[in-house]
């Protein structure tokens, strides 16, 4: 994680603009007119998301792993080199970003991490008091040393208002899981006691998978950004 941090810090852009594929890409570089989406066969799951996927340039950011939050910062670095490159405008974009596997914790509110030892877990200390941090590093000051305030300070609030935030429900389980002592078990009532925590904007999706295809589907490029 350390490394990945030092790579990233030395170059602002590194791995970041690398696409991990050419999904929805061509030769000549213009933008492929997105496939078919198919035909919704339950309401059960909200895909309203891939609506506003409509800008001309169009990414997508697979985060199996918090890494520091560098999957919501490269993110940014994203819009943010494209704007300067090739003066964009923000209509011209569309980021979808998915939190899945281990990242999933970073959908959850404050009183979720203090309530659940999120810090713990995630191995994510606060450098104020050199314990577990208490709260969600990722809506309010940056904890990670050597991170830009300007754009990795409340780097979660700053990426739902500029993209898509998605969600793993399988992954989602585990924070279900955490619940279960509170509810006496109640699986359905720790599930819902959970979704109350959620960071409002995030959108849970059957799975990772589902997501990540479903955005190059809308002529997302892949990039596996943690």
């Known amino acids: 994680m350390a490394t990945d941090r030092r790579e990233f810090l030395s170059s602002m852009v590194g791995a970041g603009l690398v696409i991990g594929g050419k999904t929805g890409s061509r030769e000549d570089g213009k933008h492929p007119p997105p496939s078919r989406p198919p035909a919704l066969q339950s309401a059960t799951w909200d895909t309203s998301w891939t609506s506003k996927v409509t800008g001309k ?34 209509s011209e ?22 309530h659940h030892d999120v810090g713990k877990l995630t191995k994510i200390n606060d450098p104020k008091t050199g314990r577990p941090i208490k709260r969600n590093p990722f809506l309010g000051p940056t904890p990670f040393g050597g991170l830009p305030p300007a754009m990795a300070d409340n780097v979660l609030t700053k990426v739902l208002g500029t993209a898509a935030v998605l969600a793993c429900n399988l992954a ?55």
């Open 57 to 90: 340039h169009r990414a997508v950011f697979d985060a199996p792993e918090v890494s520091d939050g560098l999957p919501l910062i490269r993110t940014l670095v994203w819009i943010r080199d494209y704007r300067e490159v090739y003066g964009v405008q923000a």
């Open 93 to 114: 974009m569309s980021a979808v970003v998915v939190l899945r596997h281990n990242a999933i914790w970073m959908i959850m509110n404050d009183e979720f991490w203090d």
């Open 172 to 226: 989602f389980q585990d924070v279900v899981d955490r619940m279960k002592d509170d509810t006496g078990g109640d699986a359905a009532k720790a599930r819902s006691m959970a979704l109350h925590h959620v960071v409002p904007g995030i959108v849970l999706q059957p799975s990772g998978v589902f997501a990540v295809t479903r955005a190059q589907e809308e002529g997302c490029q892949y990039m596996l950004a943690s």
